[in-house]
């Protein structure tokens, strides 16, 4: 339990620091909902989609080379981290001239030709992240974990501060001091796009803040590593263009397969991106989880008792998953307070979305078997066939039933994939996974959802005190398995394989 203690450690460290800075960055999203209708949200949306899968294709996978070859004997952990930063630099100054060079053509492709500056501002902000990776890998690596949270809270802060001095106070500015120096400077036909600029002025604030780890190392670019970590690396581009494939790809085609006009597209994709947001609890633990998770999983991976605590670690993910779970569903009441009153009416994808992410969570935490036996283009496969069931279930469930079938395909893809990753990792890298014990942690969650459903359709009270009740039991519940199970040698329920 030592190892798994010191994980837990990790992972709140980045869950603390993520939870601070998404709060302060959660705080956006009632501040854009109640300023801007949804359509113009829906514009902001669909950058952001886009901008996920140039995010994954402009690092090339190389964040994880780094960590997979860092360790390596007889490699020099400078040489591999130059090496990695070397090659993402490269790559991505020849993205933004390449931008450059056809905005001209690509806004107008994008219906956004009065605003070409916002495919420039997101290139910009796309190359500063993409290159931030890697120094930020090396602190992960290096065990700094405060101060990449600092950074990350650091940039969360300055977005949250400038979007609300852009959205609120500079217009009031602008209206009852016209003569004012700074209220000249002001254009309201910019509108959304000042979330655009805040973004930008936050990722250039954190390169700035970097240049410690991008600076003080010893150059160096090893091509006989570089060539190593290229054919490892690169399975895992695939592995997560297509995971953004799957997590973003519905909101891109939202605005092109409802059948609607374009801007009542627009404002469906508004709602559901807002209500997506609403799942932002257990993103955030499992981004924490995987900030902590990935160097933990390839330095304890030469360790006897390596599967076992695997096994164990998946089974507290999961325990705590299904408790975020139940705390966003089971007081949606007052969650939905976040949203503008014109975008809850989405709010019922919202538990749909919540189990999506937990079947991703768990798929992270099965994804070690292709990492740890460098079977990465076999990786590759499984999260290509998760994005082709995306694409079919999206192209034919949206038409269907709006932003309700992009949920459910969210949802489909990402339980396939974890079925899929558990059967494979059974034949490379067998863990012996507790997969009764979380099947019925998982199934608990979801009956004590739809039993507050029922309940509070027969019974008129408050549903704070259902919520309260139900949340309860299910802690309850999970203290007496874990309980039994640790007091006797033979388990509650008899471990699968």
């Known amino acids: 339990m030592g190892i798994i203690r010191k994980l837990v450690s990790q992972t709140a460290v980045y869950g603390l620091s993520s939870i601070f800075g998404r709060f302060l960055n959660y705080l ?187 600076l003080s ?32 790809l519905g909101r891109v085609l939202l605005k092109h397969l409802l059948p609607y006009d374009e801007p009542t597209n627009l404002q469906m994709l508004g709602i559901y991106s807002a209500c997506y947001k609403l799942s932002i609890l257990m993103s955030l633990f499992i981004q924490a989880f995987r900030y902590a998770a990935e160097p933990f999983f390839f330095a304890y991976a030469d360790k006897n008792d390596a599967r076992p605590v695997y096994a164990k670690v998946l089974k507290y993910f999961v325990i705590f998953c299904m408790f975020i779970f139940l705390l966003v569903t089971l007081y949606i009441d007052f969650f939905k307070y976040f949203l503008g009153k014109d975008f809850r009416a989405g709010l019922n994808v919202v538990p749909i979305l919540l189990l999506a992410n937990l079947f991703l969570g768990i798929y992270v935490n099965l994804s070690i078997w292709y990492k740890l036996t460098d079977k990465t283009a076999l990786g590759a496969v499984v999260s290509l066939l998760g994005a082709i069931l995306t694409v079919a279930l999206n192209v034919y469930w949206i038409p269907r039933w709006g932003y309700e079938g992009s949920a459910w395909a969210t949802l489909s893809c990402y339980s396939s994939m974890a079925v899929l990753s558990y059967l494979l990792g059974r034949k490379f890298y067998p863990v012996n996974y507790d997969v009764i014990r979380v099947l019925t942690y998982i199934g608990l969650g979801v009956d004590l959802y739809l039993g507050q459903q029922l309940l509070l359709q027969k019974v008129n009270m408050a549903s704070w005190v259902s919520a309260s009740v139900l949340m309860a039991l299910y802690l309850l519940t999970v203290a007496l398995f874990e309980m039994r199970t640790r007091n006797h040698s033979v388990p509650l329920f008899e471990k699968e394989g």
């Open 28 to 214: 956006l999203v009632p501040l854009v909902t109640y300023h801007f209708s949804a359509m113009e949200y829906g514009v902001v949306s669909e950058f952001y989609a886009y901008a996920g899968f140039f995010s994954v294709l402009l690092l090339f996978g190389f964040e994880t080379g780094y960590f997979r070859f860092r360790d390596k004997q007889n490699t020099d952990k400078d040489t591999a981290y130059s090496t990695a930063l070397i090659f993402v630099v490269l790559v991505n100054i020849c993205f933004f001239l390449a931008i450059l060079a056809v905005n001209s053509r690509l806004s107008p492709a994008l219906h956004y030709a009065q605003h070409p500056e916002y495919v420039l501002y997101f290139t910009v902000i796309l190359t500063l992240d993409a290159v931030a990776s890697i120094p930020f890998a090396r602190l992960r690596a290096e065990n700094k974990a405060l101060r990449f949270a600092g950074i990350k809270i650091f940039e969360i802060l300055i977005t949250v501060l400038l979007s609300l001095f852009f959205i609120i106070y500079w217009p009031r500015l602008y209206t009852e001091y016209p003569d004012f120096w700074i209220s000249k400077l002001y254009r309201p036909e910019i509108g959304i796009g000042y979330v655009f600029i805040a973004n930008l002025a936050a990722s250039i604030c954190k390169f700035a803040l970097l240049s410690p780890q991008l």
């Open 217 to 248: 190392i010893r150059w160096g670019f090893n091509h006989q590593l570089f060539a190593r970590m290229w054919r490892y690396s690169l399975p895992m581009v695939f592995i997560g263009f297509t995971g953004i494939i799957d997590e973003m």
